[in-house]
């Protein structure tokens, strides 16, 4: 059974005005479940506490990680528990249970399961109009709470995040500062892009990329390449403009080269052909996928990308991605999150010396923290997806692309 913590991240504070009540446990039992054969993964396979599970606003099932309790899983059949790592294997952090082996039970069977699960919640310091200091309790939440509104006239302070095995007088608190964001998103690098749309010319753009890319997560319309589009027309009303999307969730940019060695996908998902298809003058790219490239393996795919872009005569923004699940990227506190992933600074590098645009999403993210916000309730299902307001950050930032001069 493959365990990770559920935030290894540091949770000491500054005192607080009151202590802070958390949220109760909740204890599910006897929820009817079938499991399926099979590996299961982080992303797939088994099956999923119902109960610790979200439906978004597309009507897709997405986990928590995190927030099962590690030890609270029991499992029967016809009133006789099962054993874990024979009869089931579960992985307690990302909320998935398949079959074992050899199960004592038969096939699709139906079994009941125990679970308890935790909600995480985020409260918010705050200075009325009248200059007191008060703390407003948020509402929780299973993954994404939210910090509270604020009161007509207020000014909030500071937030402190309530996580699944916070101790309610030790928060995760993060004060809201006026640190000015710095990012190495460029401006100028995408000249004849830009020539045509103050001339009024048609442009087509193809966001090439990934799940975030295909707008996973993120509620209808709000997707960063619809807000590109939206926040483009507006500001270039003169210009014929369309964005396509060519994306493949679970895909990286080596996927693309051989025309299909995507393994989940349909066998032409991945084609390069699809891209060429459309003739863009610009190609934005995202793929927080090519995170496992770095150095020569960089190298390597990343001569073949721009070999394939310049043959189309296209110009080109790469976006330096949004950050994902803390185990993952090794982040231990998330107020001083920082980005050490080899590939965000490879191809930043590849980026200024191959002359091409830059949209900085990953320093944006990094910068959360000063405004108050823990990055991880910006990630829809706590792993890689980010939420609405993530695919905002992602359109500002390559809309930045669009000025005249390169920043100073």
């Known amino acids: 059974m ?64 995190g927030s099962l309790k590690p030890g609270s899983l029991r499992l029967r059949f016809e009133g006789r528990e099962l054993q874990g790592g024979k009869d089931y294997v579960a992985d307690e952090f990302y909320c998935r249970i398949g079959a074992g082996a050899n199960p004592s039970f ?23 109009s009248s200059g007191e200091e008060k703390l407003i309790r948020g509402v929780p939440h299973i993954n994404i709470p939210q910090p509270p509104p604020l009161p007509a006239g207020a000014v909030r302070l500071a937030n402190y995040f309530l996580d699944y095995d916070t101790p309610p007088d030790a928060p ?3 004060r809201i500062t006026d640190t000015p964001v710095e990012t190495a998103t460029t401006r100028g690098r995408i000249p004849r892009t830009l020539a045509k749309l103050k001339a009024g010319e048609a442009v087509k753009i193809v966001c ?13 319309g709000n997707s960063y390449p ?55 003058d610009l190609i934005t790219m995202e793929f927080v996928n090519d995170a496992q490239f770095s150095g020569e393996r960089f190298e390597t795919v990343y001569r ?21 699940c803390p185990a993952w990227m090794g982040i231990h506190d998330l107020r001083n999150a920082v980005d050490r992933r080899g590939y965000v600074l490879d191809l930043k590098g590849f980026a200024g010396k191959h002359g091409l645009g830059i949209a900085d999403v990953s320093e944006r993210w990094a910068h959360l923290a000063s405004e108050g916000i ?27 692309n669009f000025e005249d001069t390169e920043a100073e």
């Open 2 to 65: 493959f365990l990770l913590p559920a935030l290894a991240v540091s949770l000491c504070a500054a005192p607080l005005p009151v202590r802070l009540e958390p949220e109760p446990e909740i204890t599910v039992r006897g929820e009817k479940v079938r499991l399926p054969p099979g590996k299961i993964t982080p992303l797939a396979g088994g099956v999923q506490p119902g109960r610790n599970r979200m439906i978004d606003a597309l009507g897709t099932p997405r986990s928590a990680p």
């Open 106 to 128: 038969p096939p699709n069977a139906e079994l009941e399961l125990d679970y308890v699960y935790r909600l995480r919640r985020i409260d918010s310091l705050v200075r009325t």
């Open 172 to 174: 995760l608190e993060f």
């Open 208 to 220: 090439w990329g990934d799940s975030v890319t295909a707008g996973n997560d993120a509620t209808r």
């Open 226 to 280: 619809q807000r590109l589009e939206r926040m483009l027309k507006e500001r270039f009303p003169g210009a014929s403009i369309t964005v396509r999307v060519i994306a493949v969730g679970g895909s990286n940019s080596r996927n693309w080269m051989d025309s299909g060695t995507h393994p989940r996908q349909e066998k032409t998902s991945c084609d390069w052909n699809r891209v060429v298809a459309e003739k863009p």
């Open 304 to 324: 073949e990308n721009l070999r394939r872009i310049r043959e189309l005569d296209a110009e080109w923004i790469v976006a330096l991605p949004h950050f994902t």
């Open 374 to 400: 823990p990055y991880v309730i910006l990630l829809a299902n706590s792993l890689n997806h980010p939420i609405d307001a993530g695919h905002r950050i992602y359109a500002e930032e390559l809309l930045k």
